[in-house]
């Protein structure tokens, strides 16, 4: 048990809680310097029950394979490979919030406003979703980083399967927007999450 209060716990759990830390902050601080902080709520932190739950496993995890199993939290090389994972997806989607501005909304828009444009330049050249792209690099990262093989397996499977089924619905709202234009868009332009058209 007193590997808990170790070297490797003690850099891989700092790491994990400032990677958290950051990626919530920011998405609440560019929520509310894009659209204006009377626009923004606790919402924009993005904190879910499901979402507590999955990160409460995934410590629950940590600790208890750091006490009975300490040498697989040893391998240095997986734990970088998912901090460079973390660094990744944060910077893409990050890029995706700050190239789509007004456009880019948590919550997925039903109707169109004025201010919506379809934005295809900057990262959004690349990928049609890179916010997700960037989310699900982000989130498998930080198990990754935690040497966690569940939970990285649970978090590549749950977020793969959330975005899944929301992509079709968001473009749907979206082809009824920017209609030949959307269409001609998806047709050059990769989803950004492997196995979704
Ligand atoms: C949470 S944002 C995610 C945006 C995009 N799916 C991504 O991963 O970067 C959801 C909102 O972005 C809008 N959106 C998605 N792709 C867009 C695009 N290429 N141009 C403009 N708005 C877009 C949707 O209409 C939706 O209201």
Known sequence: ???????????????????VFFFHSS???LAAAIH???????GSLLISKAYVFAMMFSWLEYVV???????????????????????????????????????FTHLIKVYHEEHHNLITHGVYRFFRHPSYT????????TQIMLCN????????????????QR??????FLRQFFGSKYEEYALRTPSGVPFVK
Do not use: D, H
């Not at 006490?67 to 994972?85: D, H, R, T």
């Not at 093989?149 to 899944?164: D, H, N």
């Not at 992509?167 to 749907?172: C, L, M, N, T």
């Open 1 to 19: 048990m007193t590997e808990i209060f170790g070297y490797t716990a003690c850099r891989q759990l700092s790491q994990m809680f400032l990677a």
């Open 27 to 29: 998405e609440y601080v």
């Open 36 to 42: 204006g902080r009377s626009k923004v709520n606790l």
């Open 65 to 103: 394979e750091i006490a009975l199993f300490p040498g697989l939290k040893e391998y240095w090389w997986i734990s970088n490979l998912g901090l460079v994972m973390v660094i990744i997806g944060e910077i893409i989607r990050k890029l995706a919030i700050i190239t789509a501005g007004l456009s």
């Open 134 to 141: 960037g989310f699900l690099i982000w989130s498998v990262g």
């Open 149 to 164: 093989p569940i939970s990285a397996t649970g978090f590549a499977i749950v977020v793969w399967r959330f975005f899944a």
């Open 167 to 172: 992509i079709p619905y968001e473009e749907f």
